[in-house]
Structure formats: structure tokens, C-alpha cells
């Protein structure tokens, strides 16, 4: 069983960066994909970014490629979204979500994925 506990989110001015961040407890991180998803209100979930087990193979969104990046330490059993010039359309609860599967495996479905944060809020004023 893995827990994922997400942090870092809240409210920043539209242009300005926040880090987001995925704790994850249970054993054998390391053998996780992960993926960052976001749901706005009256939407669906979405995915934003993906990233293997060992953090060699990433997938974006497009409406995020550029702007966002996802990272992991293994050691810290961590996963990061660094988001960059942050637009009001980002306002969004942003989850955590894992899977076991090692080698290339990365997903932009959330079918694919057996884990799931509580989510963190950020809002991006304009």
C-alpha cells in the first residue's frame, strides 16, 4: 500500500512560480511511475505530467510543456511539479497519482494509475 500526501500549494500572481510536492510512504518508491493530474472546477481531471521510475522518461501536457516541470528523488521517496509562469487557467486541486510499473512505463490516463493524493489547491490570480 502507498500513501501520497501532496504540499506546497496556494495562491500566486499570474507570471510567478510555485513547487509543488508528493510524499510518498510504503515501501519501493522507486518502482513507481508517477504522474501529476489537475481537476478545476466544473472540469475533469486532467492529466499534467508524467515521469518513469527512474525519472528518465517524461511526458507533458501541452498546455503545460515549457512551463512545468515534474522530478523525483527516490531517496526522499518525492515527487515535484515545478510550475513556472503561472497563468489563471493553471487554478486547479493538483494530485499525485502512482503506479507500480517499472522500465519505461509513464501514463497520461488516469486509469493507469492504482494511487492517489489528497490534492493541493493552487490558484493563480490575474
Known amino acids: 500500500q502507498v500513501q501520497l500526501v501532496e504540499s506546497g500549494g496556494g495562491l500566486v500572481q499570474a507570471g510567478g512560480s510555485l513547487r509543488v510536492s508528493c510524499a510518498a510512504s510504503?515501501?519501493?518508491?522507486?518502482?513507481?511511475?508517477m504522474g501529476w493530474f489537475r481537476q478545476a472546477p466544473g472540469k475533469e481531471r486532467e492529466f499534467v505530467a508524467g515521469m518513469n521510475w527512474n525519472g528518465g522518461i517524461t511526458y507533458y501536457a501541452d498546455s503545460v510543456k515549457g512551463r512545468f516541470t515534474i522530478s523525483r528523488d527516490n531517496a526522499k521517496s518525492t515527487v515535484y511539479l515545478q510550475m513556472s509562469t503561472l497563468k489563471p487557467e493553471d487554478t486547479a486541486v493538483y494530485y499525485c497519482?502512482?503506479?507500480?510499473?517499472?522500465?519505461?512505463?509513464?501514463?497520461?490516463?488516469?486509469?493507469?494509475?492504482?494511487?492517489w493524493g489528497q490534492g493541493t489547491q493552487v490558484t493563480v490570480s490575474s
Open positions: 510504503g515501501r519501493f518508491f522507486s518502482n513507481f511511475a
Open positions: 497519482a502512482a503506479t507500480n510499473q517499472q522500465n519505461d512505463f509513464v501514463s497520461r490516463s488516469l486509469q493507469s494509475y492504482d494511487y
